[in-house]
Each structure stands twice: as structure tokens, then as C-alpha cells.
């Protein structure tokens, strides 16, 4: 039995990037979980590998202030809200909203994306 999502896919009917640019899983790659030849599968994003933060170009330090999220600080930054995670892989953490858990906390903000 053929597969009816990787016909989708072939045709352009689901895009093979279906992520937004700004999106941390724009560009990594999707798989498909097929139990048995005919049944249709369970497409999956694979594995997103996150930079080590000391290699990542330190823009500027920033002291978290009261009131902030990731969100607001990518858009001061980055004039990008969505692109918080690169700040929060800079600061090697899994919730974003922990960066700014704590007032006074200084994170790094890396160089924009594509700089």
C-alpha cells in the first residue's frame, strides 16, 4: 500500500518545510513512524540538535527586569517575538520562561539570526 501522507508531501499538498522561518524546527527534517506496510504511518519532527551555548556570538548581556518574557526580549532584539528561542538556546535552557524567572538574572543574547 502506497503511503497517502508521502503522496501529499510528493505532490506539495503538505509542505516538506511545514514550519514557519522563524520557527526553531525550520528546517529539520520529518520522519515516518509505519508500524506495518499498510497502515499509513505517524509523521514526526526529528530531533532538533541544539547548539552548544559557547559557540554561539554574544550580542549583548541583558539583566532581566520585571515584567519580561522571552517573547519580549526577541522582539526588542530581534524585532522577532518567536525568535526566543535562540536566546534560550544561548542560555542552554529547555523553558524559555526560566530566563526570566528571576529579576537580576543577566542572560546572553546571541548575535540575530543570519548575522
Do not use: C
Not at 47 to 61: D, E, G, H, M, Q
Not at 71 to 88: G, N, R, S, V
Amino acid at each position: 500500500m502506497t503511503d497517502p501522507v508521502q503522496l501529499l508531501i510528493d505532490a506539495g499538498a503538505i509542505p516538506s518545510a511545514p514550519f514557519a522561518p522563524q520557527s526553531r524546527y525550520n528546517g529539520v527534517a520529518l520522519g515516518l513512524l509505519q508500524k506495518t506496510p499498510d497502515t499509513p504511518g505517524i509523521v514526526y519532527v526529528l530531533r532538533r540538535f541544539i547548539p552548544a551555548p559557547n559557540t554561539l556570538s554574544v550580542a549583548v548581556s541583558h539583566a532581566v527586569a520585571s515584567m519580561e518574557r522571552p517573547d519580549l526580549l526577541a522582539a526588542k532584539y530581534y524585532a522577532e517575538p518567536l525568535f526566543y528561542w535562540h536566546i534560550a538556546d544561548a542560555n542552554a535552557v529547555v523553558d524559555p520562561n526560566e530566563l526570566t524567572d528571576t529579576v537580576g538574572r543577566r542572560i546572553a543574547i546571541p548575535q540575530p539570526p543570519g548575522s
